[in-house]
């Protein structure tokens, strides 16, 4: 055998063994995009909700509002400023969505807002609120968010201050709000924010940026100092300290001196997608939920655990319905253990672990403990907070992280969450081992594969000999790979809606309509990211023509003739408008390229690995393979062209607000 042959047998096995986990790796990828893209929770019914509590606003206080997602929400940029202002006493708090239905917290915390936007004006008078909490709000810029960001000028426009966690400036930037500033957001989406709002200045290396007006902070417990300051400003310094101490928060220096190392990404941080495309047996973690539960120890919890993809978290109560927190949220639990039996008690048997969050977790969260005891003899109950009561909730939760998954991944979790603290140990395996058996599989059945197929192709051939030495297997190879490369990117971005007017009556048009509520976590298979590859959020797809858009309803036609149906707007996912269908040369020229290039490099591959006299070259077998391809994939075009569909939006543009109109002026500003 040749040296060349020898060369080209070993670039072959070595793509086998590289290109399987590398393609579960962009598979875990796109797991990681899609998880900011939840499909809407399942309306509930009004009388349930005329049920939920909610706080009622004393006329004495200014009003802080947080404002919630109509899909998702980051769950600490929610729920620590909630209980930093409740704490405060100063301040009627509250929760606020564009609709008060069910919306999910990252992590999978579901929560029923206090008031829907046009609730809390009727509530308010002609009054505007003192602060508007903004937390980051991932799909801000999908038309079921855009009230949040015309509400939010308003705000603005009157007075208001704005003070933003973490990613919530880009809803800020998204409003106009920022144009010709300094602003702030979490260290690993700066480059991103500088691409989309060039307008604005973006800074590093402070903990929060503070304009009077307009307050933001860097990433997810950087909001801590902010509001911290915020308070201060307010109530006084006396008042932020005592929120702090009974936060047990180590680091109040960060209100006063926002000043602090940058962070950046680094090689460390891939631990993130290595947990995503390759963690094996995946924590399945029930967190108790009871009255009175601490809002921040319980995000502690969801954020340290599942955001860095080694645990699915589920909340478990002790009776179905809304639980009110220590101050006041409305939680809706995922698991309930009464009444007793059905799926809910058998989902509760499947848990690893169950976690009882707060320092008084023992005592009031007794109940909830007994119950998951009694259903699931074998679980246990661990106190991470009760067993450590002096300590801020954080701490004890990383180094939970690192003792049941890894040491890395505590750091990647400290690193993302922009805790900086001397007190936290981490002790726990040095290297994420869970995510190395699935890798080394993949690679070793890739290697198989080839192995075989050479065997097989050389078992067949009658006369053998060595493989030409010829530069066309490193071509194909070559070839092959950048399919794959050029195509996954392409499938990761997913489909982007399309700045356009509203639809117009008579407009064909494919909703996508939902039909299931996805917020319960999947449990974990070897082969979980590939089945979940090209999943629609179980949305249906139904093609009509519109009819009308009346409020908060589309009138969709199936049929002619037939009466419209009424959709919800609750109940869509997304709108897409019919482009028509391409002429029949379009279609079949778009559909021979991808068969005529992946007949070409898999020909040109397979025939450099083993071949017989008189066989034809790899460069005439790959052009004969395109040929073919190509013929097949024109012909299958231009037979049934498929109708192509813009992505639009239900509601008229954002309007736009100067910032003329913004400039704070002593008529507009006032004190909360």
């Given at each position: 055998?040749?040296?060349?042959?020898?060369?080209?047998r070993?670039?072959?096995y070595a793509a086998?063994?590289?290109?399987?986990?590398?393609?579960?790796?962009a598979?875990?990828l796109?797991?990681l995009a899609s998880?900011?893209?939840?499909?809407r929770?399942?309306?509930?019914s009004a009388?349930?909700?005329a049920?939920?509590?909610r706080?009622?606003?004393?006329?004495?206080?200014?009003?802080?509002?947080v404002?919630l997602?109509?899909d998702l929400?980051?769950?600490?940029?929610?729920?620590a400023?909630?209980?930093m202002?409740?704490?405060?006493?100063?301040?009627n708090?509250?929760?606020?969505?564009?609709?008060r239905?069910?919306?999910?917290?990252?992590?999978?915390?579901?929560?029923?807002?206090?008031y829907s936007?046009?609730?809390?004006d009727?509530?308010?008078?002609r009054?505007?609120p003192a602060?508007?909490?903004?937390?980051?709000i991932?799909?801000?810029?999908?038309?079921?968010?855009?009230?949040l960001?015309t509400?939010?000028q308003?705000?603005?426009v009157a007075?208001a201050m704005i003070?933003?966690?973490?990613k919530g400036?880009m809803?800020?930037?998204?409003a106009?709000l920022?144009?010709?500033?300094?602003?702030?957001?979490?260290w690993?989406d700066?480059?991103k924010l500088?691409k989309m709002?060039?307008q604005v200045?973006?800074v590093?290396?402070v903990?929060?940026v503070?304009?009077?007006?307009?307050v933001?902070s860097?990433g997810?417990?950087?909001g801590?100092?902010?509001?911290l300051?915020?308070?201060a400003r307010?109530?006084?310094d006396?008042?932020a300290r005592r929120?702090a101490r009974?936060?047990?928060?180590?680091?109040y220096?960060?209100?006063i001196?926002?000043?602090a190392?940058q962070?950046?990404l680094?090689?460390?941080d891939?631990?993130?997608?290595?947990n995503?495309?390759?963690?094996?047996?995946?924590s399945?973690?029930?967190?108790?939920l009871?009255?009175?539960?601490g809002?921040?120890?319980?995000?502690n919890v969801y954020?340290a655990?599942a955001h860095?993809?080694?645990a699915d978290?589920?909340?478990v109560a002790?009776?179905a319905g809304?639980?009110?927190?220590?101050h006041?949220?409305?939680l809706?639990?995922?698991?309930?253990?009464?009444?007793?039996g059905g799926?809910?008690?058998?989902r509760?048997?499947?848990l690893?672990?169950?976690?009882?969050?707060g320092p008084?977790?023992?005592e009031?969260?007794?109940?909830v403990a007994?119950?998951?005891t009694?259903a699931a003899p074998?679980l246990r109950?661990e106190y991470?907070?009760?067993?450590?009561?002096?300590r801020?909730?954080?701490e004890?939760v990383l180094?939970?992280?690192?003792?049941?998954?890894?040491v890395?991944?505590a750091r990647?979790?400290?690193?993302r969450?922009e805790?900086?603290s001397s007190?936290?140990?981490l002790e726990?395996?040095a290297?994420?081992?869970?995510?190395?058996?699935?890798p080394?599989?993949l690679?070793a059945?890739?290697?198989l594969l080839?192995r075989?197929?050479a065997?097989t192709?050389?078992?067949?051939a009658s006369r053998?000999?060595?493989?030409?030495?010829?530069?066309?297997a490193a071509?194909?190879?070559?070839?092959?790979?950048g399919?794959?490369?050029?195509?996954?990117p392409?499938?990761l971005r997913?489909q982007s809606?399309?700045?356009?007017?509203?639809?117009?009556?008579n407009?064909?048009?494919?909703?996508?309509?939902l039909?299931?509520?996805i917020?319960?976590?999947a449990?974990?298979?070897?082969?979980g990211?590939l089945a979940?590859?090209?999943?629609?959020?179980?949305a249906?797809?139904?093609?009509?023509t519109?009819?009308a858009?009346?409020?908060?309803a589309?009138l969709?036609t199936?049929r002619?003739?037939?009466?419209?149906?009424?959709?919800?707007?609750?109940?869509i996912?997304?709108v897409?408008?019919?482009?028509?269908r391409?002429p029949?040369?379009?279609?079949?020229?778009k559909?021979?390229v991808?068969?005529a290039?992946?007949g070409?490099?898999?020909?040109?591959?397979?025939?450099?690995?083993?071949?017989?006299?008189?066989?034809p070259?790899?460069?005439?077998a790959?052009?004969?393979?395109?040929?073919?391809g190509?013929?097949w994939?024109?012909a299958?075009g231009?037979?049934s062209?498929k109708?192509r569909w813009?992505r639009v939006?239900?509601l008229p543009?954002t309007?736009?607000?100067?910032m003329e109109?913004?400039?704070?002026?002593?008529?507009?500003r006032?004190?909360?």
């Amino acid at each position: 055998m040749s040296r060349m042959s020898r060369l080209t047998r070993s670039f072959i096995y070595a793509a086998a063994f590289t290109v399987p986990p590398l393609a579960a790796a962009a598979l875990g990828l796109r797991e990681l995009a899609s998880r900011d893209h939840p499909a809407r929770l399942s309306p509930m019914s009004a009388a349930s909700i005329a049920a939920a509590p909610r706080p009622t606003l004393d006329p004495t206080k200014p009003t802080v509002v947080v404002l919630l997602g109509a899909d998702l929400t980051e769950i600490t940029d929610a729920v620590a400023p909630y209980e930093m202002f409740a704490r405060a006493g100063r301040f009627n708090v509250v929760t606020a969505a564009p609709e008060r239905q069910p919306t999910l917290l990252s992590g999978g915390l579901r929560i029923l807002p206090h008031y829907s936007l046009a609730e809390i004006d009727s509530a308010l008078g002609r009054r505007s609120p003192a602060i508007v909490l903004v937390p980051n709000i991932p799909n801000i810029a999908q038309e079921q968010n855009r009230p949040l960001v015309t509400w939010l000028q308003r705000q603005a426009v009157a007075g208001a201050m704005i003070h933003s966690w973490c990613k919530g400036a880009m809803t800020l930037a998204h409003a106009g709000l920022l144009d010709g500033r300094t602003a702030t957001a979490h260290w690993g989406d700066l480059p991103k924010l500088e691409k989309m709002y060039p307008q604005v200045e973006w800074v590093r290396g402070v903990r929060w940026v503070d304009h009077g007006q307009l307050v933001m902070s860097a990433g997810i417990t950087s909001g801590i100092d902010a509001s911290l300051h915020v308070i201060a400003r307010l109530a006084g310094d006396s008042a932020a300290r005592r929120v702090a101490r009974e936060l047990r928060y180590p680091n109040y220096h960060f209100a006063i001196d926002p000043r602090a190392e940058q962070y950046a990404l680094r090689p460390a941080d891939g631990v993130l997608l290595a947990n995503a495309a390759f963690r094996v047996g995946r924590s399945r973690t029930g967190v108790a939920l009871y009255p009175g539960v601490g809002e921040v120890d319980l995000s502690n919890v969801y954020d340290a655990h599942a955001h860095v993809m080694v645990a699915d978290v589920e909340t478990v109560a002790e009776h179905a319905g809304v639980v009110v927190s220590a101050h006041g949220l409305t939680l809706l639990p995922s698991l309930a253990l009464s009444p007793s039996g059905g799926r809910d008690a058998a989902r509760v048997r499947r848990l690893d672990r169950l976690v009882v969050p707060g320092p008084e977790g023992r005592e009031r969260g007794a109940s909830v403990a007994s119950a998951a005891t009694a259903a699931a003899p074998s679980l246990r109950a661990e106190y991470l907070h009760a067993d450590q009561p002096e300590r801020f909730g954080l701490e004890p939760v990383l180094e939970d992280l690192a003792r049941t998954a890894d040491v890395p991944t505590a750091r990647f979790a400290m690193k993302r969450l922009e805790y900086r603290s001397s007190s936290v140990r981490l002790e726990g395996s040095a290297f994420p081992w869970g995510t190395l058996p699935l890798p080394l599989a993949l690679g070793a059945i890739g290697v198989l594969l080839a192995r075989t197929l050479a065997r097989t192709l050389a078992r067949r051939a009658s006369r053998r000999r060595p493989a030409a030495a010829t530069p066309a297997a490193a071509v194909a190879a070559a070839a092959l790979v950048g399919i794959i490369v050029g195509v996954t990117p392409s499938a990761l971005r997913g489909q982007s809606p399309d700045a356009i007017a509203p639809i117009a009556p008579n407009t064909r048009v494919r909703v996508d309509v939902l039909t299931a509520d996805i917020s319960a976590p999947a449990r974990f298979t070897p082969f979980g990211p590939l089945a979940r590859f090209g999943r629609r959020d179980r949305a249906q797809p139904v093609i009509g023509t519109v009819a009308a858009v009346e409020g908060d309803a589309v009138l969709l036609t199936l049929r002619p003739g037939a009466d419209p149906v009424r959709l919800p707007r609750t109940a869509i996912r997304e709108v897409h408008v019919s482009c028509g269908r391409p002429p029949r040369w379009r279609a079949a020229l778009k559909g021979a390229v991808a068969p005529a290039l992946v007949g070409a490099a898999l020909s040109a591959l397979t025939t450099s690995i083993r071949r017989e006299d008189g066989d034809p070259g790899p460069a005439r077998a790959a052009a004969s393979r395109a040929a073919w391809g190509a013929a097949w994939g024109a012909a299958r075009g231009a037979w049934s062209p498929k109708e192509r569909w813009r992505r639009v939006s239900l509601l008229p543009p954002t309007p736009s607000v100067s910032m003329e109109e913004l400039r704070p002026t002593a008529k507009a500003r006032r004190a909360p």
